[in-house]
């Protein structure tokens, strides 16, 4: 499918109906779509996102979550929408329209699908969304509604694009960095959950998953009354924590959004105490709030090294034991060294006194005994003088206390060292820069509750307590989410051992039940299942694999900088881990990649993803050229943009992020071009251009 237009109207810059065409051409699937910062691009970006998830598009990227978040909330983020000029003018509804075409979906054959998603501030509490197919109703999307959800958000999510992976599909290219650094297990969760759904192992499950509930009707008719009544116990169950785990949900995002709004509250109410104190802006204050955040985790670094300086000074007040242990180390190790070169010595003189008496045995002459002795005894002293004359004598009475390793001694030696030489330097300077860093805390939490004080003014003291009450509340919430998050960990292990069990009931009761016909072809559908996942998965990892290291190797400049690339997919396929090595066979951390290389790491994963999946869907990007330099730029608008979807829109700076140069080696595969025009402080609309005449067009613009 692609998009053959998007009408935004009285959204936010956009004053009016503003419609703009994006149908690609056989050869030329790039539309190029700039403006200045501020006129529009980042909004007309989010407008799309919106239009086709509404409240869930902080689903899609973090960035809509943090703006939902600031402003107290989806419906006063959303409700802000309307542009200014037009609530002027006493109008009270906006909207986004997205026109799709070349849409292909089997239960619902259609040339075009229109969906409008619009909000009308004085009558709506939420949004509307309506899904039209070739300009009409569908009862096949109205009753797909249930309890909890319009039929068309299900439709757009299920049809049109999953919302779990929209990020690969709608992103700020300067942002699709975080693909190289997640690190924290939820995130990992949440992308896995997404290259699931791309690679589509995840409706193969989900079908294989159907087939055995089917067939579990099946199994009752031939169980056991016992292993019937268990069978039936273990889908209750089940089918019970999965509604616990959807209500528990459920609770956390209804308490997300109270937070939402008691932290907004909160904040209105700190911009209410500044006035009234008239002791400093809002932007004052919330610059000594980043400042005491970040004064605060230097003092959790700095603590943690006093902590271990801390566990030092027990050995430092007991020197005088430290370097008499020290010194019977030493002479420890010395007594084992001169024992074995004693015993050494003792060896090679043994030796030597019985080489002479097998030479005195062929001597013709008897010698003495005294002048045997005599030799025998200087021998041994003569061997020890010359060959092992820094040997000390070992002590008849010496003990070893400590029998210490070589490492042990080691070990304790640094220790020795470190406190001798810069425990004392590192624990002034450690400890003068916590006491610096505390002292600047206590002054910036000073000039907060400066800025908020006169508590004698019951005004201000009842704008206090609001405001407390409204903290204590966050607090209460976030106590409340986490226990909730734990009580869906506990029903989801519950449910995995249910799984666990129903499969092995499952398994007792096949091997003595009879199959009917229709039980056995779902048996069959359900065996060809299992062994098709298991092929799919690897036949996925290993093109995966391929695709990524060949998007690599075209993208990067550093060629054979990434040798291999590797995918694990594990047996339930919901956490998969891609892995980066060198010509070393060494696993690179995608940490240490600079940030460049980050953006075409996950350009390259994008890429390969897309290809991977049976999505046809149209690539938006933001702010497509951050962070290359002119041999990355190169590749990635000669090899990737022209690649990496049927339809690709573009979203960059001219002249800045978009050189004159990479705009001419774009050109050709440019369908069209469009400029963002801001002719009014509050108003901005789409002019059309060429790809010939873009720049000379923008210039005009700018000059007037």
Not at 98 to 121: A, L
Not at 133 to 158: A, P
Not at 324 to 350: A, C, H, M, P
């Amino acid at each position: 499918m692609f998009i053959k237009e998007i009408e935004l109207n009285n959204f936010r810059i956009y004053k009016g109906k503003n419609t703009i065409n994006l149908s690609p051409e056989t050869d030329k699937n790039i539309t190029l779509v700039s403006g200045k910062n501020g006129f529009g691009k980042t909004t007309f970006l989010m407008s799309l996102v919106w239009c086709l998830y509404g409240k869930q598009m902080q689903n899609v990227d973090e960035l809509y979550l943090k703006e939902i978040s600031d402003k107290g909330g989806y419906p006063k983020y959303i409700g802000n929408s309307l542009n200014r000029l037009a609530k002027v003018e006493g109008e009270n509804k906006f909207s986004v329209s997205v026109t799709f075409n070349d849409v292909k979906i089997q239960e619902i054959p259609c040339k075009e699908i229109k969906i409008t998603r619009s909000f009308n501030t004085i009558s709506s509490t939420s949004d509307k969304v309506e899904v039209l197919v070739d300009g009409f109703e569908n009862e096949l999307i109205l009753d797909l509604t249930t309890d909890g959800q319009q039929g068309e958000e299900i439709f757009i999510r299920d049809y049109i694009l999953p919302i779990e992976i929209a990020k690969f599909f709608f992103f700020d290219a300067e942002k699709i960095v975080a693909l190289a650094e997640i690190n924290s297990p939820e995130q990992r969760r949440l992308l896995s959950k997404a290259y699931t759904e791309v690679l589509g192992i995840k409706k193969y499950e989900d079908l294989k998953e159907q087939l055995e509930n089917i067939q579990d009707d099946y199994r009752k008719k031939s169980a056991k009354p016992k292993e019937k009544t268990e069978l039936n116990s273990i889908i209750a169950d089940i089918d019970n924590a999965d509604i616990e785990i959807e209500s528990l949900e459920k609770e956390i995002s209804e308490l997300d959004e109270e937070k939402i709004e008691k932290a907004n509250a909160s904040n209105d109410i700190q911009r209410k105490l500044i006035t009234e104190g008239n002791k400093m802006t809002l932007e004052q204050l919330n610059n000594l709030k980043v400042e005491e955040s970040e004064l605060n985790n230097k003092m959790i670094g700095l603590q943690d090294g006093l902590k271990d300086l801390f566990d030092l000074i027990p050995f430092g007040l007991a020197g005088e034991t430290l370097m008499e242990v020290s010194t019977q180390l030493k002479d420890e190790k010395d007594y084992r060294d001169s024992k074995f070169i004693q015993e050494d010595v003792d060896v090679k003189t043994k030796n030597i006194l019985d080489d002479l008496e097998d030479k005195k045995r062929s001597f013709p002459i008897v010698i003495p005994t005294d002048i045997r002795n005599f030799y025998e005894k200087q021998i041994s002293a003569l061997v020890k003088k010359h060959f092992f004359s820094d040997t000390p004598e070992l002590p008849s009475n010496f003990k070893t206390l400590h029998d210490f390793s070589d490492t042990e001694t080691n070990e304790f030696n640094t220790l020795i060292n470190t406190l001798k030489h810069s425990f004392k330097s590192s624990f002034t300077n450690l400890n003068d820069e916590y006491l610096r860093t505390k002292n600047s805390i206590d002054s910036i939490r000073r000039k907060i509750r400066d800025a908020e004080k006169d508590a004698e003014d019951e005004h201000i003291a009842s704008l206090r307590a609001d405001k407390e009450k409204l903290d204590t509340r966050v607090l209460t919430i976030e106590s409340e989410i986490r226990d909730l998050n734990q009580k869906i960990g506990t029903f989801k292990n519950t449910k995995k051992t249910l799984k666990q069990r129903q499969e092995e009931l499952r398994k007792k009761i096949d091997n003595s039940r009879k199959y009917s016909d229709k039980d056995a072809k779902a048996q069959e559908i359900i065996n060809k299942l299992k062994v098709f996942i298991k092929s799919f998965k690897e036949e996925k990892k290993k093109s995966l694999e391929e695709n990524i290291l060949n998007e690599l190797n075209i993208l990067l400049h550093k060629k054979n900088f990434i040798e291999k690339v590797t995918v694990d997919i594990n047996q339930a396929g919901d956490d998969v881990d891609i892995s980066l090595f060198n010509s070393r066979n060494e696993k690179i951390d995608k940490g240490s990649l600079s940030m460049g290389e980050r953006q075409m790491y996950a350009s390259a994963l994008l890429k390969a993803l897309v290809d991977e999946s049976d999505i046809e869907f149209p690539v938006f990007i933001d702010s497509p050229m951050q962070k290359f330099d002119a041999d990355h730029a190169q590749n990635v608008i000669k090899e990737f943009y022209p690649n990496v979807s049927k339809q690709v829109v573009l979203f960059p700076l001219l002249h800045k992020e978009l050189t004159v140069p990479e705009f001419n080696l774009l050109k050709p595969k440019m369908s069209k071009a469009y400029l963002i025009h801001n002719y009014s402080t509050d108003a901005s609309k789409f002019v059309e251009a060429t790809p010939d005449n873009l720049l000379t067009k923008y210039d005009e613009l700018d000059a007037n």
